[in-house]
């Protein structure tokens, strides 16, 4: 499709198409604080969003996921939510976000917003009033306040540990100054979880969906959306080997509790009064038949497979994973979403190794993501072959680093904010002499006004990806079928009439028949190096 001719199918409200515009859409995650700064703080905001949003149209995508701008004291940027129905000074105000919309949908891109339902800030109203009223009051319910352990309490009431470091409960000083009852914070202490059994905490998130719905926002993705529901008991578990977001066990009770999906029902009923709005969860389910349970037609619309994003560099554990997730989200009649990075997790020229290998593969990869059917989410930065950052210590900001008593390094690495031109940092990301994270003087070489210039950059390479997959019917289909291919490479067709096909071998391989429609890496005649792939039609 055209810009032009997806600006008026986002405006003209006309009645709901067959196929859901999210489908097959590539999303840009936008991390707020990193992506550009238009008020000189070092700190990036929605007008700075807005201000590039030419960029995101010349890259071709279709829709933005804004990372949380909600009101926040930013213990976790913004995943410790006090307003969820303002907007956070640091960003903006609810005019930026209202003029960020209208501007969007001109240019025919959708906007996500992210909503943070498993917990809130420690400063938000609720909690506030809970600190104030005393245990057992209504105000505490809506929380999981409970006695410590041991003679005078003064144990964790069970022995869960917080995702961030430390025990997942904080003791809390009664309004009589006495040491009182804990709260539970499976993040950091600052994000107390909620209480999904109280029936106001059901209403106020439906208040919340409105919210932004009625501000024409065209959908949410959410956070930790395997987390909300809690066993009432809060039992002890054994065996905490696997204390990750990323990795965490089967039986974990924080997780994946079959009451869950009431509440994804719920969220559900409220988007169904907005056709076009679509609910994105983070789902950290490894076993697939339980992850696609969230994607059954009353729950939500697509959910993250991280699958993809685990595999590493392996032809066979990328394979697998293409092939169980595709299987998954078949049996329930969902679609699947592909990711190759987000704000969580390394940088993928980082995970695939670093340097030329590690962007060569990342430049492969994203050729086998934006192959597949279903969604693509492309993390800022991924289009540039950004890398992580080793950063000091002294700069170091995620709650991981402190909590974990300084041996976990946190996720500040992936988080640093982009360059956009020019020979130094700040890189025209902000007028204030630094970013908020330091950027490494090597990315001169990767800034975005460098890489438009350059018909070989990855810039280039992602624009012109994300074109064909637009405009080519080979593309059409929602099954794959798979080639027989040489060790160390996958070769998969769409119905349609697209291949492609993936070294990650260590020899370079024959392409199979069809022209070369995309590459990579440069070929030599019909051969395809190691660290690359190539899209034949
Ligand atoms: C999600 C977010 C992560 C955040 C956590 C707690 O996993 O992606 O950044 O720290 O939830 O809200």
């Known amino acids: 499709m055209t810009p032009v001719s997806r600006a008026a199918a986002v405006s003209s409200g006309r009645p709901e198409p067959t196929t859901p515009w999210w489908r097959d859409a590539v999303f840009y995650q936008v991390y707020p604080r990193s992506f550009a700064d238009s008020d000189g703080d070092g700190i990036g905001d929605l007008a700075g969003v807005r201000s590039r949003l030419g960029y995101l149209e010349l890259l071709g995508v279709d ?10 004291p930013m213990a976790d940027h913004g995943y410790d939510v006090s307003d969820p129905r303002d907007i956070d000074p640091m960003f903006g105000d609810i005019s930026d976000l209202d003029d960020l919309v209208a501007d969007a949908h001109a240019r025919g891109l959708r906007v996500v917003m992210d909503l943070v339902p498993n917990h809130v800030s420690t400063e938000h109203a609720w909690f506030r009033e809970a600190l104030r009223s005393g245990p057992g009051s209504r105000a505490r319910r809506r929380f999981h306040f409970r006695d410590g352990r041991g003679p005078d309490g003064s144990e964790p009431p069970n022995n869960w540990p917080s995702l961030f470091g430390g025990p997942a409960w904080t003791r809390i000083t009664e309004p009589d100054g006495t040491p ?19 029936a106001e905490v059901v209403t106020d998130l439906e208040k919340t969906l409105r919210f932004w719905l009625d501000k024409g926002v065209d959908g949410f993705r959410i956070d930790v959306a395997h987390g909300m529901a809690k066993p009432s008991d809060l039992p002890d578990h054994d065996g905490w080997e696997a204390n990750e977001l990323l990795g965490h066990s089967p039986d974990d009770p924080r997780f994946n509790n079959p009451e869950v999906h009431d509440i994804h029902r719920r969220i559900r009923q409220v988007l169904d009064d907005y056709p076009e709005a679509v609910a994105i969860g983070e789902i950290w389910v490894d076993d697939h038949e339980r992850f696609a349970e969230y994607l059954r037609p009353d729950e939500l619309h697509l959910a993250f497979d991280f699958h993809l994003t685990l595999a590493g560099w392996d032809a066979d554990a990328v394979r697998l994973s293409v092939e169980k997730g595709l299987a998954a989200v078949a049996a329930v009649q969902a679609s699947p979403t592909w990711t190759l990075s987000n704000h969580d997790v390394d940088r993928e020229v980082t995970r695939y190794g670093g340097g030329a290998v590690g962007s060569a593969r990342a430049r492969a990869m994203i050729l086998v993501a934006l192959a597949l059917p279903g ?79 350059d018909t070989g950059s990855t810039l280039s390479l992602y624009r012109r990806a994300i074109e064909l997959r637009h405009e080519r019917a080979e593309f059409a289909g929602d099954e794959i079928g798979w080639y027989g291919s040489p060790p160390g490479c996958l070769a998969f067709r769409r119905p349609g009439g697209l291949t492609c096909v993936l070294n990650a071998g260590k020899v370079p391989v024959e392409l199979p028949d069809g022209a070369v429609l995309l590459a990579s890496a440069s070929l030599t005649g019909r051969t395809l190096p190691p660290d690359a792939a190539a899209w034949l039609v």
């Not at 829709?63 to 926040?72: E, H, T, Y």
């Not at 914070?185 to 994000?191: I, N, S, Y």
């Open 63 to 72: 829709a933005i996921w804004l990372n949380p701008v909600m009101r926040s």
């Open 375 to 453: 969604a693509v989410f492309v993390y800022n930065g991924a289009e540039l072959g950004l890398p992580n950052v080793d950063l000091p210590d002294e700069v170091l900001q995620d709650p991981v680093w402190e909590r974990s008593g300084r041996t976990e390094r946190g996720r500040d690495g992936c988080r640093v904010p982009l360059p956009w031109e020019g020979g130094e940092p700040p890189f025209g990301f902000t007028s204030a002499p630094s970013a908020w994270l330091p950027q490494p003087p090597e990315w001169r070489a990767l800034t975005v006004e460098k890489q438009l210039e």
């Open 180 to 198: 009182g009852q804990w709260y539970l914070h499976v993040f950091a202490p600052q994000q107390a979880d909620l209480n999904w059994d109280d």
